[in-house]
């Protein structure tokens, strides 16, 4: 299953802030980018999708795409920021 650092948590929490989304049920979520193999795209929603796995610590929440699941299942999103203070999230083993 996919485990978030610290970092990561915040950076989401960060993210959210300002953004018209219900903040008790959003968060981040991470799918198989189309027409791309291997690639993946991160977007802030409002919900979980249909089929969805969701992890959450300290009310950060992320949403795996199943087709992202077995990709994402032992890596750990941490992020850090760039030199214009936006959050830059990684996956690490």
Do not use: C
């Amino acid at each position: 299953m996919l485990t978030m650092t610290h970092e990561a948590v915040e950076a989401i929490r960060d993210l959210m802030v300002g953004e018209y989304l219900p903040h008790n049920r959003a968060g981040l979520r991470i799918a198989v980018k189309p027409d791309e193999e291997g690639a993946l795209e991160f977007s802030l929603v409002s919900d979980a999708w249909s089929g969805d796995q969701v992890i959450e610590k300290e009310d950060a929440r992320v949403f795996i795409d199943p087709d992202a699941i077995t990709f994402l299942e032992d890596k750990t999103l941490d992020a850090e920021s760039d030199a214009r203070g936006r959050p830059v999230f990684r996956l690490t083993p």
